[in-house]
């Protein structure tokens, strides 16, 4: 039996998030407000399971300094296991800098740090294997998208695979993607990555991400799209048979600060998934935290516990 529900691997940064009016290309803004926090795509969504009581864990590497012990403690503090977190020794943590507008509007900056010398010798197959869930996130370097397409192979077949591309990943294209959205049980993608990893459009690119062998995608859309009369489409699911689209009270609309919404959506979802619900009480789970999340300024600060959660939905989040 998995002693295990979820285990992410991805990237371990110190987010600084900025806050500005607006982001220039050329020219000079005051800074509105700074936060600086641990992040990392996977890191969040792991996190955010956490918090919500499921058993998780952790593979990736830190610097040996402040901010690498930070982004541990974090983790810690919320039941997350980090015995397979490598401190890389010499080597600083590294870097995510964000830059959001009022708009919404954001430009990110990574400085991967000790990301770029996690080894495959770093990684524990085994371990892994135990899990339910595995779930993936980008790193900035070549190497390591290496050491994840070919730890697909190694995993036991009972595991199922999550995979948040982001950005990083999408622009390498679908042929370079291939190997692992193969094997992606799901796929968690937005709107605008979505469109840079195939050319297509909503719908179509989805479909394609299925042709490519995911079993279910999920991608989400940010500020949404407009419903008639008071609704918003957040999100859209779809796997072989199947589509679902999630929606959302337009009065969520002014909430602008999108940092780490994507991560919180994913955890909703694969919350979903551990507790066997089906994927449109799954997007709709995504879609709760991801609103959550967006409360606060970073990605994990107002993240909800599970009592919230079950304030919110009691039917959907009951054992």
Same mark, same amino acid.
């Given at each position: /039996?998995? *002693? ?7 990237? !371990? ?7 500005? +009016?607006?982001? $220039? ?10 936060? @600086? ?28 300094? $402040? ?21 890389? +020794? ?20 990574? #400085?991967?740090?000790?990301?770029? @010398? #996690? ?14 869930? @595995?779930?993936?996130?980008?790193? $900035? ?16 077949? %009972?595991?199922?695979?999550?995979? =948040?591309?982001? /950005?990083?990943?999408? @622009?390498?294209?679908?042929?370079? #993607?291939?190997?692992? !959205?193969?094997?992606?049980?799901? !796929? ?7 469109? +840079?990893?195939?050319?297509?459009? !909503? ?10 062998? &995911? ?7 940010? +500020? ?8 918003? /489409? *957040?999100?859209?699911? &779809? ?13 969520? =609309?002014?909430? #602008? ?6 991560? =919180? ?8 998934? $551990? ?13 709760? /935290? ?17 009592? *919230? ?9 009951? %054992?």
């Amino acid at each position: /039996m998995s *002693t295990i529900d979820v285990i992410g691997f991805g990237a !371990l940064n110190m987010d600084h998030l900025y806050r500005v +009016k607006q982001i $220039v290309l050329d020219g000079e803004v005051p800074i509105d407000h700074v936060t @600086v926090t641990p992040g990392g795509s996977a890191a969040n969504t792991i996190y955010g399971l956490a918090k919500l009581g499921v058993r998780t864990g952790f593979v990736g590497a830190i610097g040996d300094d $402040v901010q690498g012990k930070a982004s541990l403690s974090d983790l810690q503090s919320i039941g997350v296991d980090t015995t397979h977190i490598r401190i890389k +020794k010499a080597k600083k943590t590294g870097i995510a800098l964000c830059i959001t507008d009022e708009l919404g509007n954001r430009a990110i900056y990574l #400085l991967p740090g000790a990301n770029s @010398v #996690l080894n495959s010798q770093d990684i524990d197959a085994n371990y892994l294997s135990q899990a339910r869930i @595995v779930h993936f996130s980008s790193f $900035v370097d070549e190497k390591q998208f290496i050491i994840q397409a070919e730890l697909l192979g190694k995993l036991s077949g %009972s595991v199922k695979i999550s995979f =948040a591309p982001g /950005m990083l990943y999408a @622009v390498r294209g679908m042929q370079t #993607l291939s190997p692992l !959205l193969q094997k992606t049980d799901v !796929l968690f993608i937005n709107k605008d990555e979505l469109e +840079k990893l195939t050319g297509e459009n !909503l719908v179509a690119g989805a479909k394609e991400c299925l042709k490519q062998g &995911c079993q279910v995608v999920v991608v989400t859309l940010g +500020k949404g799209l407009s419903l008639e009369p008071s609704q918003v /489409m *957040t999100g859209y699911i &779809c796997d072989k048979g199947h589509e679902y689209k999630v929606e959302s009270s337009a009065a969520f =609309a002014g909430q #602008l600060d999108s940092t780490g919404a994507g991560d =919180a959506f994913a955890a909703g979802f694969l919350f979903g998934l $551990v507790k066997q619900r089906k994927l449109d009480e799954c997007g709709r789970l995504g879609d709760i /935290m991801a609103h959550f999340a967006m409360k606060e300024v970073g990605a994990r600060q107002s993240l909800p516990t599970l009592h *919230t959660l079950k304030q919110i939905l009691p039917s959907r989040t009951s %054992s």
